[in-house]
């Protein structure tokens, strides 16, 4: 059975950092393509950002470049987001997913972290 | 930047066909996705690549995609498929989601 588990949100105020992370299981991550998704509260889905398998090529949305990171390490098939210069506009539920196949459909998600940014 | 845009609602009675849009220009040459999220919980994939189900969604889940724009139908809807619906494709690779539909079955 696929788990994907996120923990490290929390409350963090303007212009401070977080780092998430996303532990697996169930799947062959290391040939996975892996994806940030996060969702406002009351709001609709958007995409964050993508990393490749060896981690050779990443892809962001343009309000998060220059201040999120995606990495992962497929010895522990973990993915991380850090997250720095966090404005409120950044607060709402972050998802990891994998993407699948070559249309890159989000297969698998995990149940979301919470991340608050207020003062 | 690409854009995709969903009704925000759609009502539909038990046992019916519930039809759900999703427009962006020149969709049809992209691969659509759906993905239905009850409330509270997170997203779970319905259709990929514009038709294809995954293992485990129901057959009355099917879509289709061409032109302009892609539709999900539910047919013989039933009160469990009551959720928010998001369409989701991608530009180049940067990924693009709908505004979400909320289906509410009366």
């Known amino acids: 059975e696929v788990h994907l588990v996120e923990s490290g949100g929390g409350l963090v105020q303007p212009g401070g950092s977080l780092r998430l992370s996303c532990v697996t299981s169930g799947f062959t991550f290391s040939i996975s393509w892996m994806s940030w998704v996060r969702q406002a509260p009351g709001k609709g889905l958007e995409w964050v950002a993508n990393?490749?398998?060896?981690?050779?090529?990443?892809y962001y949305v343009d309000s998060v470049k220059g201040r999120f990171t995606i990495s992962r390490d497929n010895a522990k098939n973990s993915l991380y987001l850090q997250m720095n210069s966090l404005r409120a506009e950044d607060t709402a539920v972050y998802y990891c997913?994998?993407?699948?196949?070559?249309?890159?459909?989000?297969?698998?998600w995990g149940q979301g972290t919470l991340v608050t940014v207020s003062s | 930047s690409y854009e995709l845009t969903q009704p925000p609602s759609v009502s539909v009675s038990p046992g019916q066909t519930a039809t759900i849009t999703c427009s962006g220009d020149?969709?049809?040459?992209?691969?659509a996705s759906w993905y239905r999220q009850r409330p509270g919980q997170s997203p779970v994939l319905v259709i990929y690549q514009d038709t294809k189900r995954p293992s485990g969604i129901p057959e009355r889940f099917s879509g289709s995609n061409s032109g302009n724009t892609a539709t999900l139908t539910i047919s013989g809807t039933q009160a469990m498929d009551e959720a928010d619906y998001y369409c989701q494709a991608w530009d180049s690779s940067t990924g693009v989601f709908g505004g979400g539909t909320k289906l509410t079955v009366l």
């Open positions: 990393i490749k398998q060896d981690g050779g090529e990443r």
């Open positions: 020149k969709l049809g040459d992209k691969y």
């Open positions: 997913a994998s993407l699948g196949g070559n249309s890159w459909q989000f297969d698998y």
